[in-house]
T-cell receptor
């Protein structure tokens, strides 16, 4: 079945550690996105990529990094520079105007 | 830049009744789309309905319909015959040609039995 797979579903990180969230899609979509969701703040765009080997910062890119070496993969690294990383992270992909979402990763700093 | 405002943080409706969720937006794009997404407690984002801005006719999808007022930049969602499964967060999202979706802060809808 075609879709977007995010892993893991739950992730715990110690303060000062980097952690990478996985996002894989087999929909053959060119564009991929990472969003952060906090209570009462909706979805905020972290990074997006329109094509392989290219990506742009969104509204809250500080403390995050991404790569787009393959069309189907768009991993997000939460670095130690991100001061408040506990949140729900959603990955999406699109071709044209409609976005398809993964099931999300809940990251908790312990 | 695009902005989206959903002015109703929470709403409730009795089962089988009708409810309308509001959304206003601002965009400099001339050709764009508008979406309503639903996020149930599972947190999976599900597309509810889409509207092409160049179409004057309001989109309808079963019990879901929109009232699209282009000049006013308003895009409200009407849910008819509300069901318990409609309980969710609802997000309005315009999309222009910049490949970015900008989401509103959401409206939490609770359908009461």
């Amino acid at each position: 079945d075609g879709g977007i797979t995010q892993s893991p579903k739950y992730l715990f990180r110690k303060e000062g550690q980097n952690v990478t969230l996985s996002c894989e899609q087999n929909l053959n979509h060119d564009a991929m996105y990472w969003y952060r969701q906090d209570p009462g703040q909706g979805l905020r765009l972290i990074y997006y990529s329109q094509i392989v080997n290219d990506f742009q910062k969104g509204d809250i890119a500080e403390g995050y990094s991404v790569s787009r070496e393959k069309k189907e993969s768009f991993p997000l690294t939460v670095t130690s520079a991100q001061k408040n990383p506990t949140a729900f992270y959603l990955c999406a992909s699109s071709v044209g105007p409609e976005a398809f979402f993964g099931q999300g990763t809940r990251l908790t700093v312990v | 830049a695009q902005t989206v405002t959903q002015s109703q943080p929470e709403m409730s409706v009795q089962e089988a009744e009708t409810v309308t969720l509001s959304c206003t937006y601002d965009t400099s794009e001339s050709n764009y789309y508008l979406f309503w997404y639903k996020q149930p407690p599972s947190r999976q984002m599900i597309l509810v309905i889409r509207q092409e801005a160049y179409k004057q006719q309001n989109a309808t999808e079963n019990r879901f319909s929109v009232n699209f007022q282009k000049a006013a930049k308003s895009f409200s969602l009407k849910i008819s015959d509300s069901q318990l499964g409609d309980t969710a967060m609802y997000f309005c999202a315009p999309w222009g040609g910049t490949y970015k979706y900008i989401f509103g802060t959401g409206t939490r809808l609770k359908v009461l039995a």
